[in-house]
């Protein structure tokens, strides 16, 4: 964030950021005290997570066989007032949650029209597998994820997966 008399600006995107993601759709998300979005994992794209307003948890944990963090995870926090933003590769669960009103802005690198509910995978916020030490214990879930599997039940169902192709 660039401050002056006038307020601030804030580049929220640069290709020559060298992060993971080559993004191909960007949305604008709003979501209530003590919501809880995810666990999901995609094995085909890679996100972009900025807090434009509020403050967010951020969990992640590494799900790809073939990296060398895999079972690693990850808590950040987020806070609209120093914005910051975080990529990450497909195959890591990703999941947030909003200790106050808050507004995101979220990108990926494959159009929901094209992955919808096909490569839309998901494990329950609380599995204690996951190691993640969450700062809530009742949040607002959407239907579907509140009944996601745990963690095992989730690697069981995604088999055995390999790194994708690397682009040409």
């Avoid at 094995?43 to 790809?64: F, P, Q, T």
């Avoid at 995101?104 to 159009?111: F, T």
């Avoid at 030490?133 to 997966?161: C, H, K, V, Y």
Wanted: hydrophobic fraction near 35%; proline fraction near 8%.
């Amino acid at each position: 964030m660039n401050h002056d008399q006038r307020g601030c600006f804030t580049e929220v995107f640069q290709e020559h950021w060298k992060t993971c993601i080559k993004p191909v759709q960007w949305s604008i998300v709003h979501s209530q005290k003590n919501v809880f979005r995810g666990l999901h994992l995609h094995r085909r794209h890679d996100e972009y997570l900025s807090l434009i307003s509020g403050r967010a948890s951020v969990g992640l944990r590494d799900l790809r066989p073939w990296s060398p963090t895999y079972g690693a995870w990850s808590l950040y926090e987020l806070h609209g007032v120093d914005m910051a933003c975080l990529t990450f590769p497909l195959g890591l669960l990703h999941g947030w949650y909003f200790h106050e009103t808050s507004i995101h802005l979220q990108s990926v690198s494959e159009a929901y029209i094209d992955y919808g509910k096909e490569d839309n995978w998901g494990c329950h916020w609380s599995d204690p597998a996951l190691e993640i030490p969450w700062p809530f214990t009742d949040p607002i879930l959407a239907n579907r994820a509140s009944d996601f599997p745990t963690m095992q039940g989730l690697i069981d169902a995604l088999g055995e997966w390999a790194p994708p192709e690397p682009p040409v």
